[in-house]
Antibody, heavy 123, light 107 residues
């Protein structure tokens, strides 16, 4: 059974740091692009970053570039998101997901999602 | 950034109704368009990818169509478990973007 499980969400003060993790199982982790998303209460989903299977291709949305770092450990089947200089507007549920591989229309989707981990940034 | 705009939310419907949700992209995304279902407190679930391909395990009452800038998600006969929020999402260019969501609620 293909599965992703996030961990690491917490309450943190503005300006603080947090590292989220995502453990994959049931599939060959290194074969897939992986992504991080977030969803603030009552808001639409927001893509944050994705990383290629080997870790050599990485893309970020502009608003988190320089503050967030995506990485992966294929030997441990894990994905990480290091978040620095956190702001109150970073408060959200954070999801990891498998995909997208944007080379083709049929692979440019996220077909496996974790259950989410909650990050609250507040003084 | 490519803006994704969905039909009005909420959408009130009854069990057995045919429901159509529309999604418009601010520029062409070809067929790099996916649909997700999300229930409260849960992760999104992929329903349709590449505009019209049904994800494995998704009931055949769900279908998608369109290309370029105009897309639709159709539920042919609404079932009780289909009351949820539906999002379109484009993967044509970064940043990947989602529509605002269409909540299907019980009439």
């Amino acid at each position: 059974q293909e599965q992703l499980v996030e961990s690491g969400g917490d309450l943190v003060k503005p300006g603080g740091s947090l590292r989220l993790s995502c453990a994959g199982s049931g599939f060959v982790f290194s074969d897939y692009y992986m992504s991080w998303f977030r969803q603030a209460p009552g808001e639409r989903l927001e893509w944050l970053a994705y990383i290629g299977g080997s870790g050599s291709s990485i893309y970020y949305r502009e608003s988190v570039k320089g503050r967030f770092t995506i990485s992966r450990d294929n030997s441990g089947n894990s994905l990480s998101l290091q978040m620095n200089s956190l702001r109150e507007e970073d408060t959200a549920v954070y999801y990891c997901a498998r995909g997208p591989d944007i080379v083709t229309e049929t692979t440019a989707n996220m077909d496996v999602w974790g259950q989410g981990t909650t990050v609250t940034v507040s003084s | 950034d490519i803006q994704m705009t969905q039909s009005a939310s909420p959408l009130s419907a009854s069990v057995g109704d045919r429901v159509i949700i529309t999604c418009r992209a601010s520029q062409s995304v070809r067929r790099y368009l996916n649909w997700y279902q999300q229930k409260p407190g849960k992760a999104p679930k992929l329903l349709i990818y590449a505009a019209s391909t049904l994800q494995s395990g998704v009931p055949s009452r769900f279908s998608g169509s369109g290309s370029g800038t105009e897309f639709t998600l159709t539920i042919s006969s609404l079932q009780p478990e289909d009351f949820a929020t539906y999002y379109c999402q484009q993967s044509y260019s970064t940043p990947l973007t989602f529509g605002g969501g269409t909540k299907v609620e019980i009439q």
